[in-house]
């Protein structure tokens, strides 16, 4: 602006104080050059800011209007609305790119080609090269000198007042060089602490991750041995009641009510035998064994083994499967995916509440979607959800969803959580439509 003989002692040490107040950089060279232009600073029209990167110094901020008619602007409104220093200042945190700071990125200049004007002196009108960039042959060049080298250099002019830089000017310029290199060479060190400390969290976090790996392929070591263990003890039993179940079958004669309950048993026993399976080969991979099956019928056998639970606990069922869809799947594992996330929602709604199993076709794949009226999945867990032994029930050790989530990447699909309509979780299920092409499926 013009008209302003510059600032005393009292408005420099006013004015050291709001810089040293900036930790961030762009903070800082904002502040440093808004206190060069600013009518009660320094009174400059406009002020250039380039800092030393490695054997260069770059272009970083320049301030100031880009015309006679924007100067006038500027300073008719800044009149108008009284706008003090302090202020100024203060709005320095916002981030906001004008023209010129746009034509500041573009200036590089090696360091070679100032050698002998980078010490603690202003000089007016020097080096003349600057003039061809500022427009203008009479401007205030000032290095900004840190404890052991120069960080930058700031150039300002009164292009559009045309007021001469006075003597006064210079001195002062001087002293402020020395705060403005104090205040920078501070923030360049907090950003290299604040990126050093950036790394140090990182590799915090990298640590803490393969702690939890290790931990994790510990757990999973030692719950294959125990697993291997209960397999054994189970196996038998089960194909024994199995076998039992089918004799039985072949001697009642057909249509007889008592088929009905045991082929719930006959499907309990192959769940029982496929969730061992999957339990005592959970680190291996999962090989499903694609073949076209009916999607109604993979969700209405999960329903009837979960029936007589959903009836004691009044829980109000939704199904809306069209009838015609076909899966190209493993259907024991498929059943397996949709048991596990119809118990999880029974579990989640409790007595009296609701469920909706729905499905829609869509170009390239099925979405199939368990919803329930439980209290939902909370935001924090999202991302967790799906790994080995998570879980916030009281019982149980976490598998079955990542045992769901391992099946259905096994085929070629994913699995999402979502808020439900009915107020909790809604688990989407995601599944591509296949052919007789398995590879194509499986790949």
């Given amino acids: 602006m013009g008209g302003k003989e510059g600032p005393d002692i009292r408005d420099l040490l006013k004015i050291d104080e709001f810089l040293h107040s900036a930790l961030e950089l762009d903070q800082a060279l904002c502040r440093i050059l808004t206190a060069l232009t600013a009518g009660e600073g320094f009174g400059f029209n406009r002020a250039l800011l380039l800092l030393r990167k490695g054997e260069y110094f770059e ?7 880009v015309s006679h008619e924007d100067a006038a602007r500027i300073w008719e409104e800044l009149e108008r609305k009284k706008i003090t220093l302090q202020e100024m200042l203060e709005q320095c945190g916002e981030k906001r790119e004008n023209v010129l700071s746009k034509k500041a990125k573009e200036i590089k200049i090696h360091y070679e080609k100032l050698q002998g004007y980078l010490e603690r002196k202003v000089r007016i009108g020097e080096p003349e090269f600057f003039s061809e960039i500022l427009g203008t042959r009479e401007f205030a060049f000032l290095p900004l000198i840190g404890r052991e080298n120069c960080t930058g250099i700031i150039l300002a002019d009164n292009i559009y007042s045309g007021k001469k830089i006075e003597e006064i ?38 640590m803490k991750e393969l702690q939890e790996s290790t931990r994790r392929v510990e757990r999973l070591a030692a719950l294959g041995e125990a697993t291997a263990m209960i397999a054994h003890e189970l196996r038998n039993p ?9 004799y039985i079958m072949k001697k009642l004669e057909p249509g007889e009510k008592l088929q009905e309950k045991l082929k719930v048993i006959k499907r309990t026993v192959r769940r029982l035998e496929l969730a061992l399976m999957n339990l005592s080969g959970y680190l291996k991979d999962v090989s499903p064994g694609y073949r076209s099956l009916p999607l109604s019928s993979v969700i209405q056998d999960t329903l009837l083994i979960l029936g007589p639970e959903m009836e004691k606990m009044e829980i109000e069922v939704e199904k809306e499967i069209p009838e015609g869809l076909t899966l190209w799947g ?11 996330l119809l118990k999880n929602a029974v579990e989640a709604c409790g007595r009296g509440g609701r469920i909706r199993i729905w499905c829609e076709e869509r170009e390239n794949e099925f979405v199939v979607s368990v919803d329930d009226s439980g209290p939902g999945v909370k935001r924090e867990d999202v991302e ?17 969803l ?26 989407q299920v995601y599944l591509p439509k296949g052919g007789e092409d398995e590879e194509n499926i499986a790949r």
């Avoid at 493993?330 to 596990?340: A, I, K």
């Avoid at 967790?384 to 079955?400: A, D, N, V, Y």
């Fill in 59 to 65: 272009g970083e901020k320049w301030i100031g209007p």
């Fill in 169 to 206: 000017d210079v001195n002062m310029l001087e002293f402020y060089g020395a705060i403005a290199g104090a205040v920078i060479e501070r923030a360049l060190l907090y950003t290299e602490l604040r990126k050093e400390k950036e790394r140090y969290e990182q590799a915090y976090r990298k």
């Fill in 238 to 246: 089960l194909v024994i009641i199995g076998g039992y179940t089918d």
């Fill in 330 to 340: 493993d259907p024991e594992l498929l059943r397996h995916v949709f048991l596990n």
């Fill in 384 to 400: 967790e959800i799906f790994k080995p032994f998570f879980s916030r029930k009281s019982s149980g050790l976490g598998l079955g």
């Fill in 402 to 427: 990542s045992i769901v989530k391992k099946i259905v990447d096994a085929h070629g699909g994913r699995i999402e959580v979502k808020e439900s309509p009915l107020g909790g979780a809604s688990f």
